[in-house]
């Protein structure tokens, strides 16, 4: 097995919303904030080449919304999907399974694009099966009011119009030691329904996917909560629980939105678990 991180390019969002009722004087600290209150975001992704099968884990927002629509996230650097998959010499048309943590459109967006008339939209991996869950299919198929603007159509439909949709069968609690792509997955309902973070063994590590139950460092203190969660109460003890795993086993926590840190470890402290160590993508999968 090798992994790969794919970025997928930057944007911003804004501070407050990104830390909910933690005042900007805290958060700024971890992560500081521009003239218009926005932070930097990254949209890192991870690809697990294993055996036969070349494994994406989210892919972004893509690049089929209009120009107003990238507006409000102020795009910035000049990473891309395809450049990161050639950087490590693979095409998109290579890639067997799509895996999607969750079905947001910063996760999800570079699952389809527009055909080559821009009439309609086609599955930007021809050759890949799509993975979600059934429970979080459902939930953004019915978006709720306070997430619709997350889960855009146009990012989810076509995956199942192309017959490439596939479902992650669920375990009974929340955690599934081991998924029909070849590693575990921990399942939570706070940030979305039903949202999936991987859990791979790699060499002699575990490497933790953390999408948006750990977005970035400031975020470690268990209140410190998007305002973007639809049940923060819930966040709260399953990010609890999954950092006192990470910190009393060693895991490697790779963060897909912290622009400036890619995988840290975690360690009880008396003040609860805490940044331990911060690794670049090159220390830690080669």
Not at 49 to 77: A, C, H, P, T, V
Not at 241 to 267: C, G, P, Q
Not at 277 to 286: G, N, R, S, Y
Request: hydrophobic share 35%; with cysteine.
């Amino acid at each position: 097995m090798k992994l790969y991180p794919i970025e997928t390019g930057n944007f911003k969002l804004d501070g407050g919303a990104m830390f909910g009722v933690v005042p900007k004087t805290i958060w700024n600290k971890t992560n500081p904030a521009d003239e218009n209150n926005l932070i930097d975001i990254a949209a890192r992704c991870l690809l697990i080449e294993d055996g036969n099968r070349l494994i994406l884990i989210d892919n972004g927002m893509g690049n089929k919304q209009s120009e107003k629509f990238f507006g409000y996230y102020s795009l910035w650097g000049t990473h891309s999907l395809d450049n990161s998959l050639a950087k490590y010499g693979f095409h998109r048309d290579d890639i067997t399974d799509v895996f999607l943590t969750h079905l947001h459109f910063d996760h999800c967006g570079g699952s389809v694009q527009w055909n080559k008339a821009k009439t309609g939209y086609e599955t930007a991996f021809k050759n890949a099966k799509y993975w979600t869950n059934e429970n979080h299919w459902e939930w953004a198929t019915k978006p709720n009011l306070r997430e619709k603007a997350s889960f855009l159509p146009e990012n989810i439909l076509p995956i199942q119009e192309s017959g490439q949709l596939n479902f992650i069968k669920r375990p009974e609690s929340d955690l599934l030691d081991k998924s029909e792509l070849g590693f575990g997955i921990f399942f939570a309902d706070g940030h979305t329904e039903k949202q999936m973070m991987p859990i791979i063994q790699y060499q002699d590590k575990t490497i933790c996917f953390m999408a948006d139950l750990l977005p970035t460092v400031g975020h470690i203190p268990l209140p410190y909560v998007m305002g973007y969660d639809t049940r923060p109460l819930l966040t709260m003890p399953e990010k609890s629980k999954f950092l006192n795993a990470a910190a009393e086993n060693n895991y490697y926590l790779f963060l897909e939105h912290d622009a400036h840190n890619e995988i840290i470890s975690v360690e009880k402290t008396e003040k609860g678990v805490r940044l331990a160590a911060v690794f670049t993508c090159d220390e830690i999968l080669k």
